[in-house]
């Protein structure tokens, strides 16, 4: 497309910020050889531009963060981990990975750190093989655990597998806003362990570590998993730890949520996951405004296993990708990145107390953290899914979750989850949380379920909405978005 090489070019005449050259001049680089891609992303730009993002687990990395993916670091292979490779030539590699871990252990305080999984999902596998590598083999089957894999007889290997894939997982089902990898049976977590879930208490939505602790005391798992990926409070490791160790399990943390709040000294003391769980992975592109991509932090007693995470689950590290990552880390090391975080709780409360003030149902009245829970099948009658809809309609990006008990399973859902990790980013404050929150309300409360020309009933998954008010809380959007602009420096 010629207006892409304009658009460089003009950069150029304008003698713009150097990452504002580098931005359109990778465009146009791209423009090049495939006009369509270009467009696309440029597309994406102006799209992330024109709707408040409110997707909990959704940030805006900085430009920094971005440029140091797109080069030829992606050219390499590595796989192994530092000064352990199956390739030639990853002396670079070798750096920038050490350089990624020793920011991470800076920034975290981590005994150990990997950096290579490439998502939340592969850090979780890679943690519950190794923590079943680690304890299983080395407390059942002492014996075979010495020798070395290859040189196990058949009986030998399918003894050890036949221990490994029947130990018990202990995590947060999913309606109580626990994640898919925590044994939700659609999970492949689910299939190697014998999974078991706990539950939210039905009334206040709340955790109950006294019921907790019973049901670890019955069930007995291996390994205890907390974290969350909807759910709105502060969790307490110190008391999570106690639990565990009552039954002599392992406490695995995924704090892929919240990983940004720890590093930003949000969540101190009892409520840092770090000092008391064994093994704590992450995403490092939600709250920590990193690449997209995945983290795990450990006890010394199990780095060996981690370190292994290439090749036991996961595929090639991605060089590029961990380059990114130490910027990122480098980024949160800083007063700035702490200021942003209580700024991302501080607007997470100012929008919940809102919307609890527009009469809407918050699960758990409230939130500690980055996130929201709203009920909105018991407050509008809407669908989560419609409510998605109608909100994405206004120029609201949400998306729609499963809450403790929902009636509509699943797929629609009777809940939508916000998270202010976004908004912060752009500048946004308590006031503009005040004014968001009034728009969600209006948008949902003059929402109903369309009819189904098919039925003749009422949809579950589309929504209709007064015209009038769509386009006055278009409006509204709009006259915010105007006054906080996503990477100002890209503006033509
Ligand atoms: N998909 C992420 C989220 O939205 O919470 C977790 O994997």
Redesign the pocket.
């Known amino acids: 497309m010629d207006y892409l090489s304009n658009y460089f070019e003009k950069v150029k005449k304008e003698k713009r910020s150097k990452k504002a050259i580098a931005f359109f001049a990778s465009l146009d680089s791209v423009n090049e050889v495939y006009p369509q891609v270009a467009e696309d992303i440029l597309k994406e730009l102006k799209d992330q531009r024109a709707y408040l993002k409110l997707?909990?687990?959704e940030n805006f990395s900085s430009l920094a963060t971005q440029l140091s993916m797109g080069n030829l670091l992606t050219d390499k292979y590595s796989e192994g981990y530092v000064k352990h490779r199956f390739y030639a030539g990853c002396e670079n590699v070798d750096n920038i990975e050490q350089l990624a871990i020793d920011e991470a252990k800076k920034l975290f305080n981590a005994d150990h750190v990997y950096v290579q999984p490439h998502s939340?999902?592969d850090a979780n596998l890679v943690a519950l093989w190794s923590i079943l590598v680690q304890k299983v083999q080395n407390k059942e089957v002492e014996k075979l655990s010495k020798k070395n894999a290859m040189e196990l007889t058949k009986e030998e290997y399918e003894k050890i597998r036949q221990l490994l894939v029947n130990q018990k997982l202990l995590g947060m089902s999913l309606n109580s806003g626990g994640?898919l990898t925590h044994g939700y049976r659609l999970n492949i977590s689910s299939k190697f362990m014998r999974s078991y879930t706990y539950d939210v208490d039905p009334k206040t939505h709340l955790l109950d570590y006294k019921k907790l602790e019973t049901q670890v005391k019955e069930v007995k798992p291996l390994i205890l998993l907390a974290g969350y990926?909807?759910y709105s409070r502060k969790l307490n490791f110190a008391k999570l730890k106690e639990i565990a160790s009552t039954v002599g399990a392992v406490l695995m943390v995924d704090m892929?949520?919240f990983a940004g709040l720890v590093a930003g000294k949000v969540f101190t003391k009892d409520f840092n996951p770090i000092p008391f769980a064994d093994v704590v992975t992450s995403?490092t592109h939600k709250t920590l405004r990193g690449p997209r991509g995945g983290l795990i932090l450990c006890k010394d007693e199990y780095k060996e296993t981690i370190d292994r995470g290439c090749p036991l689950v996961l595929g090639g590290p991605m060089p590029n990708v961990m380059a990114a990552k130490a910027v990122a880390f480098k980024e949160a090391n800083t007063k700035d990145f702490q200021d942003y975080s209580s700024q991302v709780v501080k607007n997470a409360k100012a929008l919940a107390n809102q919307l609890m003030e527009n009469g809407i149902k918050i699960l758990t009245d409230g939130t500690e953290n980055h996130l929201i829970v709203m009920d909105v099948f018991s407050s509008f009658k809407l669908t989560g899914r419609q409510a998605e809809t109608a909100l994405r309609s206004s120029g609201i990006t949400v998306?729609r979750n499963s809450i403790p008990e929902d009636q509509n399973g699943p797929w629609y859902t009777s809940g939508i989850r916000l998270g202010t990790p976004a908004l912060t980013t752009l500048g946004m404050k308590e006031n503009e949380m005040k004014r968001v929150a009034d728009v969600i309300y209006d948008v949902l409360k003059n929402s109903k379920a369309a009819i189904n020309p098919k039925t003749n009933g009422p949809s579950k998954a589309k929504s209709d909405i007064d015209p009038s008010v769509l386009t006055e809380n278009q409006n509204e959007i709009k006259n915010l978005l105007d006054n906080f602009i996503l990477y100002p420096e890209l503006v033509l």
């Open positions: 997707i909990a687990s939340g999902s994640h990926s909807a892929a949520h995403t998306n």
